[in-house]
């Protein structure tokens, strides 16, 4: 059976990583709240629709966030990775993924990624079956002006994330800080 692979909030910037995962082999289930922006998603990246799943909910109502998680391990499995681009006033989805994650049987990875200001926070990784890792997008800096990345950038940096295993992951730069681009 394959690896199933939740990516919660994956119709935008990581649509590059959802094509590169399903395609290395593992099933993968997409959160988001719209039907919409998944299929032109799919279309854009042209992604085989049979290897990934969709499940409508939006993070942050934690009732319909949690129902789509039951649903996808109901139909796919236990999730061997999740990766998380979440806004931080779905807090309590965010720690309830964990939770229902480390309740597992299944070992495996969750990867929170997080904008730029999360370099300026603690992380404290698990140790437990189930890791907890964090990505940070920064900025790219080319003689003297800043931009923010691209999707395919951060969808590249996630897989390299995944492929390098660090706790710790920052895609870009996050310094020096005056330097971001404003929006």
């Known amino acids: 059976m ?3 692979t939740l990516v919660i909030g994956g119709t935008g910037m990581l649509g590059g990583a959802v094509k590169q995962l399903a395609e290395s082999g593992n099933q993968v289930s997409v959160i988001a709240r719209t039907q919409t922006k998944y299929i032109k998603m799919i279309d854009s990246h042209n992604i085989e629709a049979s290897k990934v799943t969709f499940y409508s909910a939006d993070y942050g109502l934690l009732h319909d966030f949690k129902e789509q998680v039951n649903q996808a391990v109901m139909e796919q499995g236990d999730i061997t990775l999740c990766i998380t681009w979440m806004r931080s006033n779905a807090l309590p989805s965010f720690r ?24 300026k926070e603690s992380f404290k990784a698990s140790k437990s079956s189930y890791s907890f890792r964090r990505i940070t997008l ?30 710790i992951y920052t895609i870009g730069q996050t310094e020096p800080w005056e330097k971001r681009p404003s929006y």
């Open 2 to 4: 394959a690896k199933h």
């Open 96 to 119: 309830w993924i964990q939770a229902f994650l480390l309740k597992q049987q299944t070992t495996g990875v969750l990867y929170e990624i997080k904008g730029s200001s999360a370099s």
């Open 138 to 167: 920064g900025f790219e800096l080319n003689q003297g002006h800043s931009r923010w990345l691209t999707n395919d950038e951060i969808s590249d940096g996630v897989l390299e994330a995944i492929q390098l295993q660090k706790t």
